[in-house]
């Protein structure tokens, strides 16, 4: 008897254990319905964007990650959709009247997902963008599931950002990524004080230094060497996408603070054209003292950069001579 109560209390807790494991492991919205993490045997290796009959394929190949096979993906940029893919969780269900308010009424097309690992398709859905929620976004698994406000652990911003079909987007953002052998001329324009402006000329390491009107003598060869080396690498900090065309016309209308022109030994011209950034606070415009707004010709909108990356290149004539 005592062994017959045993083998019947083991088998219950045996039992009980099996369905507190069963749905710990079930979503409360119905897993086929609320699963939107990718979980690969191994590595995610192609991203598939599309919306509105445009798409648009980030795909690793090798070490790196490619746009649309062509353009090398900004680093910063394929890690942050890789943690979103893998760590999404739900945050709070839409209801039927918000998802109509928001998204139906307003006729946002959503952005479908598709996440692959080699050829095999481990998870889509749909990300609807609008400012209804700080996280950017409400998702769907498909047309007729349940829509979710999803986001990222530990992350506040908007990860609604990281599903755009925009190739300027994945790009890295880099303004100037030159050698200085690789660099035959450099031309300053300070329009806040044209006495300041200046051009090198690089005849393989034999330099000319001058005004806009003469040649100079007189300066450090090393000060020219050590300006040059600057242009190895100059970032921007982010694309000005939330600025209207309008408000962009305004901007490159007024004149702007600096221009700097490169060409290179290839034959190739960089032309970054800067102008001050203006912040509102509390309904008052200040002037930013931390960025600025820049353009180059081969780039097709404004970007936002910081005055600690491209200070290095704001000098005056004077820097190059001793004192």
Not at 16 to 39: A, D, K, V, W, Y
Not at 87 to 96: D, G, L
Not at 272 to 299: A, H, I, P, Y
Request: with cysteine.
């Amino acid at each position: 008897m005592c062994k017959t109560v045993t083998i019947s209390v083991l088998l219950t807790l045996v039992i009980g254990l099996l369905l507190l494991i069963f749905f710990r492991s079930r979503s409360p919205f119905g897993n086929s319905n609320s699963t939107f993490s990718s979980e690969p045997q191994e590595e995610i290796t192609k991203i598939e964007l599309s919306e509105g009959g445009r798409k648009l394929f980030l795909e690793k190949e090798g070490k790196n990650w490619f746009i649309n096979g062509k353009v090398e993906i900004r680093k910063s940029g394929i890690l942050f959709i890789l943690r979103i893919l893998q760590e999404i969780k739900i945050k709070s269900p839409v209801s039927a009247e918000l998802f109509e308010s928001e998204i139906t009424g307003k006729g946002i097309v959503p952005v479908k997902v598709s996440v692959f690992e080699k050829r095999k398709l481990i998870r889509t859905f749909l990300v609807y963008k609008t400012k209804a929620n700080t996280y950017g976004n409400i998702m769907k698994i498909n047309e007729g599931s349940k829509p979710f406000i999803v986001y990222v652990p530990g992350y506040e911003g908007d990860i609604g950002s990281g599903f755009t079909l925009n190739e300027l987007f994945w790009q890295p953002y880099t303004v100037f990524k030159l050698l200085p052998s690789e660099i035959a001329s450099v031309n300053f324009e300070n329009l806040l004080d044209t006495a300041s402006s200046f051009s090198i000329v690089n005849n393989n390491q034999h330099y000319v230094i001058s005004s806009m009107t003469r040649d100079m003598t007189g300066w450090d060869s090393t000060l020219v060497t050590r300006y040059l080396s600057y242009f190895t690498w100059i970032p921007f900090e982010s694309w000005a996408f939330e600025i209207g065309d309008e408000e962009k016309k305004v901007i490159e209308s007024q004149q702007p603070m600096y221009i700097i022109t490169v060409n290179t030994n290839k034959g190739r011209k960089i032309i970054l054209t800067l102008w001050e950034r203006m912040t509102v606070e509390n309904s008052t415009k200040t002037k930013d003292s931390d960025r600025l707004f820049g353009k180059t010709q081969d780039k097709d909108g404004l970007f936002v950069i910081r005055y600690f990356d491209i200070d290095p290149l704001l000098k005056k004539r004077s820097y190059f001579f001793p004192e």
